[in-house]
């Protein structure tokens, strides 16, 4: 009998892998395949991580005070494509990721780098759904603060 349990135990590490991955580990690869598709300039990568009807907003300073601009997920993915081969590349640090059932924020400070050139910095904020399909973003706005 000892045998055999230790024999289970052993082909239960074996199917799992000793760990499961979390729902936030799971939000944090979504986001990280992102900026991984970023910077090898796949557009279809980038545009697989959003939900169909994903947001894409930054916060702008005007004269008047601040406003969001929005950007569409295709106009973004193409802008991706056309950046020069490895020019894009963005470094976030994990602030906090709060998952309340199917819905999860994520709030990254970050630094934005072009050509190897810090260009801008500020915060991401991520709103992703968990979809038959897994974790997917549903809304992105940033701050931009030049370097």
Known sequence: MRKLSLLFCTLFVLQ????????????????????TAMAANDSLGV???????????????????AEARKQEITAFASSVQRAEKGSLREEIEWETVDIRGNLATVTTPYKFYYKGKFLHGGVNHFVLVRTANGWKIQYIIDTRIKG
């Open 47 to 65: 545009l697989q991580v959003f939900t169909p009807t994903g947001q894409l907003e930054t916060i702008v300073q005007r004269p008047a005070g």
């Open 16 to 35: 799992f892998g000793g760990k499961a991955q979390t729902a936030s580990d799971s939000i944090k690869t979504v986001i990280n395949g992102m900026f």
